[in-house]
């Protein structure tokens, strides 16, 4: 059997045909590879998913806060609207004050905090927790 019998009805090949056959084929097989090359480079992969991850966590954080601020902003605003104006305004004057005397209102702070932790102690000894 010759090139001609086995081949049927097709004619053979030029070799101009045959070389462009083969540089098509390498290049289908050069994009094989690259793909095959990304799926198997797992670092570069996860790398671009963490990335995603992050992106996505990023805007719902961002999302998640707008919506924080507006509700607290609205409840500001309804608490000021529905508090009586003399309120108010010795809530803003104990502000102030607390603001040019920070030490002291720390100092305050520190010391309800040992008296209440003390009563706590205290009435767990007695009833025996501690």
Known sequence: MTGDQAS???PTPT?????????VTREELGRTIEALAARADVKARTQEKTAEVKAAARGK?????AR???TASHA???AQDRTPPPVRQKA???ARVAGRHR???LVGAALVTVVVAGA????ARRSGGC
Do not use: C, M, Y
């Open 103 to 105: 030490v002291l209102v």
């Open 120 to 123: 706590v102690l205290r009435r």
């Open 76 to 78: 500001l605003h309804a």
């Open 61 to 65: 954080a961002a999302d998640a806060l």
């Open 92 to 94: 803003g004057d104990a």
């Open 68 to 70: 924080i601020e507006g």
């Open 8 to 10: 049927g009805d097709r």
């Open 15 to 23: 070799p101009e045909q045959l070389r462009e056959e083969v540089d």
